[in-house]
T-cell receptor, first 111, second 115 residues
């Protein structure tokens, strides 16, 4: 069975500091991983996906199959990055796109 | 209205009541999902519908009954719920064409309280 673990429930940093939100997964197949974000009073939305290999709002995430990790990083945190971040693993068995979410990490960026 | 909408936004019901949650997507997607988000557990997938056919039931108790009359509408019928069913119920949709995982678009959720 697939599983996604985010070991930190809360991460608090100062503005301008580097940020790393940890995500580890277990999955027997070829993983497709995502980071979703939920800002205050907004709905859950996609931040980035590993297959795109893109940087969104300064965030990047690299899939490390050896360590089964997909950590989210940003070199200089901004106050507007404060939000709830969820790592998710997708499995698709031709019956639909099933997402398994981690427990989430709340990022607080202090001024 | 665009995107994914859910009604009602808040619902309080007794354990003997019957109620329904509604989700509508205006994105032309073919797959829709119900998730449960409770305080003590990660976001949990409940049901998946692909082209109106249920393709996943993630061991959800029968007191939750989904219905998908067409690709744009999804319902969750509730009856004889338990207090532990109190949670935020999220609906999502995606354009699923098989193979790679597509972005899911989420609704704002229905906050359900079972008394």
């Amino acid at each position: 069975a697939q599983r996604v673990t985010q070991p930190e429930k809360l991460l608090s940093v100062f503005k301008g500091a580097p940020v790393e939100l940890k995500c580890n997964y277990s999955y027997s197949g070829s993983p497709e991983l995502f980071w979703y974000v939920q800002y205050s009073r907004q709905r859950l939305q996609l931040l980035l996906r590993h297959i795109s290999r893109e940087s969104i709002k300064g965030f990047t995430a690299d899939l490390n199959k050896g360590e089964t990790s997909f950590h989210l990083k940003k070199p200089f945190a901004q106050e507007e990055d404060s939000a709830m971040y969820y790592c998710a693993l997708s499995r698709n068995n031709n019956a639909g796109n099933m997402l398994t979410f981690g427990g989430g990490t709340r990022l607080m960026v202090k001024p | 209205e665009t995107g994914v909408t859910q009604t009602p936004r808040h619902l309080v019901m007794g354990m003997t009541n019957k109620k329904s949650l509604k989700c509508e997507q205006h994105l032309g997607h073919n797959a829709m999902y119900w998730y449960k988000q409770s305080a003590k557990k990660p976001l949990e997938l409940m049901f998946v519908y692909n082209f109106k056919e249920q393709t996943e039931n993630n061991s959800v108790p029968s007191r939750f009954s989904p219905e998908c009359p067409n690709s744009s509408h999804l319902f969750l019928h509730l009856h004889t719920l338990q207090p532990e069913d109190s949670a935020l119920y999220l609906c999502a949709s995606s354009q699923d064409q098989g193979g790679v995982g597509y972005e899911q678009y989420f609704g704002p959720g229905t906050r359900l309280t079972v008394t």
